[in-house]
């Protein structure tokens, strides 16, 4: 069965510096979406992306944070400059449909900025 | 209701009872539903997507309802295993936003042998 992966599983960062963290979606969905969750938070979207640009971002997704679809498989998520609070598991998901269908999760990277 | 909120935050239950919990979202500009399992070191795995008031899906012997005149949905786990435990997370698209899953905080179901 086809499935969401990321990349890496765990990334461990000193503040200020960029991670990259990268996710291949199910190869024949449209709609590409990162979260994060903070220990003992809820999940928070962050951005989706379709048809090669940010469809919607949240109020989380600032100057700092990009993404990517640099060719046909990979989905990344970029933080410029990392700070403590950005610690946090990032979940990749993508779905075949926008709003009625279903998101298919990666297994998530847990983040942790030190 | 501004956000979705999930209660009870988490339940034990024994084998064999039936349980269920209920999400509450903004009725307004609602579009859909979804039910998230997440087990433990593991991805959050869709159970159900509901957009229609009144629908009710079925998977197996869980089961999930939506009002979305009055903003809820409950889900049911009939004859609880241990093997459903996990958490379970409820994400209404709703408030005028089409591209944006809002998620509950999730309900913590432990099924004790």
Redesign the interface.
């Known amino acids: 069965e086809p499935?969401?992966t990321q990349t890496p599983s765990h990334q461990v960062t000193q503040m200020g510096q960029e991670v990259i963290l990268r996710c291949v979606p199910i190869s024949n969905h449209l709609y590409f979406?990162w979260?994060r969750q903070i220990l003992g938070?809820?999940?928070?979207?962050l951005v989706?992306f379709?048809n090669n640009e940010i469809?919607?971002k949240?109020e989380i997704f600032d100057d700092q944070f990009s993404v990517e679809r640099p060719d046909g498989s990979n989905f990344t998520l970029k933080i410029r400059s990392t700070k403590l609070e950005d610690s946090a598991m990032y979940?990749c998901a993508s779905s075949a449909v926008?709003?009625?269908?279903?998101?298919?999760?990666?297994?998530?990277t847990r983040l942790t900025v030190t | 209701i501004l956000n979705v909120e999930q209660s009870p935050q988490s339940l034990h239950v024994q084998e064999g009872d039936s349980t269920n919990f209920t999400c509450s979202f903004p009725s307004s500009n609602f579009y859909a539903l979804h039910w998230y399992r997440w087990e433990t070191a593991k991805s959050p795995e869709a159970l159900f997507v509901m957009t229609l008031n009144g629908d009710e899906k079925k998977k197996g012997r869980i089961s999930a309802t939506l009002n979305t005149k009055e903003g809820y949905s409950y889900l049911y786990i009939k004859g609880s295993q241990p093997e459903d435990s996990a958490t379970y997370l409820c994400a209404s698209f709703s408030g005028g936003s089409n591209y944006k899953l809002t998620f509950g905080k999730g309900t913590l179901l432990t099924v004790n042998p």
């Not at chain 1, 938070?41 to 979207?45: A, D, I, P, S």
């Not at chain 1, 926008?98 to 998530?108: I, K, L, M, R, V």
């Open positions: 499935e969401v979406y979260y938070q809820k999940v928070e979207f989706s379709y469809s919607e949240s979940f926008q709003t009625g269908g279903e998101q298919y999760f990666g297994p998530g």
